[in-house]
Structure formats: structure tokens, C-alpha cells
């Protein structure tokens, strides 16, 4: 009689061990009742691994990895920038971080994200597209940020969330960089137009230097 119970019983796997059960026979998780285990054993046994696992999971989420250098610091002891951006302290952000090439991606992605999208651009998508426009056309990240200047604050154009970076690289860099060259030039002969006045009114004036494109 047990035999034939046994034929129309179904069989299970215990969500421990993984051995094969029958449903009869099995321990049942008194709070998820399709859980089964071979016995109360098996039951305890699972309990304590996946409360190790939440242990080490929480103290993972208490670990950030800094941006400069890659090494892991405790959350709550890094210094930050903005959400989710970590490092190792204050001086070496200002020291070693800041200047990099790290850096100036980060500046150039900040300011489609933050300035011109108004936080509605496809970031993931940027983030991929940046460096290999920067790789592929051998540009610096400074003059990639120049070009969007340009485009955003002298031509007035609109960034288009759909179109991603081709809208912008690499027409507008070539534009910027003479636009840029144009001012460059401008300065210089007002320089010289000051320097050979022949009536100089004394005043204070803020100098202006700007930099070759290429010293950027």
C-alpha cells in the first residue's frame, strides 16, 4: 500500500541539497510553501547560507571603488563629488584626479548630461560613444569640451537626445577649432592696436590669455 502511495506521489528537489524527494516526505518552508527540503536540516542549513549571503552583500554595498585609482574605501569614509562618483580623499582628488584624462571625460559627459540635455540624454549611449570618438579622431577631451561650448553657447543649437554625439563630432570640432583660431587672432591685433596708441588712458584690465587649440 505505501508503494502505491508512493508511485502517485510527485517528486521534488530539495532547495538545499538538491536531492530528489517526495513531496510527502519533504520539509516545507513554513513561510514559502513551494519550498521543499529534504528535512528540517536542509531547511536550517539553507536559512544560514542565504543569511551569510545578505552579510556580505550589505557589507559590499559599504565599499565604493574610488575613481582615481581603483582601490576600494569604505563608503562612508570617501570623499565625493556628486552621487556615486568616490575617491580616497580630498587631496587626491584635487592632486592627481583633477587635470586627468579621467577628468576631462568626466567634464565632457557632465556637460551634455547637466547643461545641454537637462538630464534627459541616453548616458549609457555617451558613455560608449566618447571615447571612441575621442580614439577614433585622435582629439583631446579639453577641445571636444570647447566644441560643445560652441555649439551650445555661441551657435545656440539644440541638443537632440536621439541623434547622440554624430550630431556634434565631427562637424563642429573642426568649426570650433577655427572659431577658436578666429579669436586668437582678434586678440592679438587688439593687442597691438593698444600697444601702438600713441594716447594711453591708465586703467585696470583683466588680461586675457587664450591658448593655442592644440595647447588646450
Keep these: 500500500m505505501k ?11 530539495c532547495r538545499y541539497c538538491k536531492r530528489s524527494i517526495y513531496k510527502s516526505e519533504s520539509f516545507v518552508d513554513p513561510n514559502k510553501l513551494k519550498m521543499y527540503y ?3 536540516t536542509c531547511y536550517n542549513n539553507a536559512i544560514k547560507e542565504l543569511s551569510a549571503k ?3 552583500s550589505n557589507n559590499a554595498d559599504k565599499t565604493v571603488v574610488c575613481r582615481c585609482c581603483g582601490k576600494k574605501i569604505r563608503k562612508d569614509k570617501a570623499f ?8 580616497c580623499s580630498e587631496n587626491e582628488y584635487n592632486n592627481k584626479y583633477v587635470g586627468s584624462e579621467a577628468y576631462f571625460e568626466e567634464t565632457f ?5 547637466f547643461d545641454m540635455s537637462n538630464k534627459e540624454c541616453d548616458f549609457p549611449l555617451l558613455q560608449r560613444q566618447a ?3 575621442h580614439d577614433k579622431f585622435g582629439y583631446k577631451w579639453t577641445g571636444m569640451i570647447m566644441t560643445l561650448k560652441f555649439f551650445h553657447e555661441t551657435l545656440k543649437l539644440d541638443w537632440n537626445n536621439e541623434w547622440g ?5 565631427p562637424k563642429y570640432y573642426a568649426q570650433a577649432k577655427d572659431f577658436w583660431n578666429q579669436q586668437r587672432k582678434i586678440k592679438d591685433i587688439t593687442d597691438k592696436i593698444e600697444e601702438d596708441e600713441t594716447v594711453f588712458i591708465e586703467r585696470k584690465k583683466k588680461e586675457i590669455n587664450i591658448p593655442k587649440w592644440e595647447d588646450l
Excluded at 109 to 113: A, E, F, H, R
Design 165 to 169: 554625439l554624430g550630431q556634434i563630432f
Design 80 to 87: 565625493t563629488t556628486k552621487q556615486n562618483y568616490y575617491y
Design 3 to 13: 508503494e502505491k502511495n508512493k508511485k502517485s506521489d510527485t517528486k521534488v528537489k
Design 131 to 133: 571615447p571612441l570618438i
Design 109 to 113: 559627459l557632465d556637460y551634455i548630461y
Design 54 to 56: 545578505k552579510m556580505n
Design 38 to 40: 529534504c528535512n528540517e
